[in-house]
């Protein structure tokens, strides 16, 4: 089975800083995408950022400037560096992955159980 552990959450003030990481283990033979989505109360789940297995970036707009992906293929992790957290950064992030184990030929995705961020103004 495999597994997506997010940590890394907590409150923070406005303008502050916060890591997050997120560790995926198992039966893992590759990882393909591996992204952050985030969702604040009352609102659908959103696309933050993600890393491909090239090494390619993407950004949701909002967060371009301030926050940072990047992932450690070695120990299978991605990680998310966010600087100058704003109140509207609030929600639970969530760490996506699409994994090809060693006994199936097609990928599956996983979703870790998310991890709370909270800035206060």
């Known amino acids: 089975q495999v597994q997506l552990v997010e940590s890394g959450g907590g409150d923070v003030q406005a303008g502050g800083s916060l890591g997050l990481s997120c560790a995926a283990s198992?039966?893992?033979?590759?990882?393909?995408?591996i992204e952050w989505f985030r969702q604040a109360p009352g609102m659908q789940r959103e696309l933050v950022a993600g890393v491909t297995n090239d090494g390619n970036t993407h950004y949701l707009d909002s967060v371009k400037g301030r926050f940072t992906a990047s992932r450690d293929n070695a120990k299978n992790a991605l990680y998310l560096q966010m600087n100058n957290l704003k109140p509207e950064d609030t929600a639970v992030y969530y760490c996506h992955a699409e994994i090809l184990e060693y006994s199936s030929y097609s990928y599956t995705d996983y979703w870790g159980r998310g991890t709370r961020v909270t800035v206060s103004s």
């Open positions: 198992g039966n893992i033979f590759s990882i393909n995408v």
